[in-house]
């Protein structure tokens, strides 16, 4: 005949073959020929770090999962959306988004694949810690402010209410929780030194702003801010 069956074969294994026809007369034989048996597909990649459903997780992560058996390289999808897209490949074991915003939810799979095929892990998301707030007003370091001021600052992606520290100490006291961007402390001390922050909470251990200060005009002078 004009076939062999060898039977099963090694995966991603270099075989040579050559056929050589004979009769009475003598023999010739074809050309030396070779091909390489396909390489099975890796397996799935196990992710491991941010957890899933993890927060607070830090707005610099790094994504990381462990080596696939076979596997060339790797396809990071991570996004916002789900299911997310594509965001790099790698022949490595982690990547790094950069800098995410606070207070997201963030989604992310990882493709081993090589010539033989693909395998995909498992969907997993997390949620960045909160943003810290940006203080506005009163600036920091200014002086003859009210005596009743309003201090304010600029809402926080994800952020559920405000820790609002105030008082005339340099590591203010907490003074009031809120929902909203502003607090009233009431009336203040003429020619006192005031210090304020403010940590933006959500559902994990929240984020603070820097700390500012103000002073409040003496008894015989004007407001000025």
Do not use: E
Not at 77 to 84: D, R, V
């Amino acid at each position: 005949g004009t076939t062999y069956s060898p039977g099963a074969l090694i995966a991603g294994t270099v075989y040579y073959w050559r056929v050589v026809a004979k009769n009475a007369g003598g023999s010739n034989s074809s050309a030396t020929w070779s091909f390489m048996t396909q390489v099975p597909p890796p397996a799935a990649p196990v992710l491991n770090s941010p957890a899933n459903g993890a927060v607070d997780v830090a707005q610099t992560p790094t994504l990381s999962w462990n080596a696939s058996s076979g596997a060339a390289s790797y396809a990071v999808y991570f996004g916002t959306s789900s299911p997310p897209p594509l965001a790099t490949s790698t022949t490595g074991t982690s990547y790094a988004p950069g800098a995410l915003a606070g207070g997201t939810v963030y989604y992310w799979q990882v493709v081993a694949t090589n010539p033989g095929g693909s395998n995909g892990s498992a969907d997993w998301s997390f949620t960045t810690q909160v943003a810290a707030p940006a203080l506005v007003s009163p600036a920091n370091g200014a002086i003859g402010v009210f005596l009743t001021p309003a201090l304010t600052w600029s809402a926080s992606t994800g952020a559920t209410s405000y820790d609002v520290y105030f008082g005339t100490q340099a590591a203010p006291p907490l003074a009031t929780n809120t929902a909203g961007t502003s607090y009233s402390p009431g009336t203040l001390s003429a020619g006192a030194l005031y210090f304020w922050k403010v940590v933006a909470k959500d559902s994990g251990s929240g984020s603070a702003s820097a700390t500012w200060s103000f002073t409040t005009p003496g008894a015989d002078r004007k407001s000025v801010v």
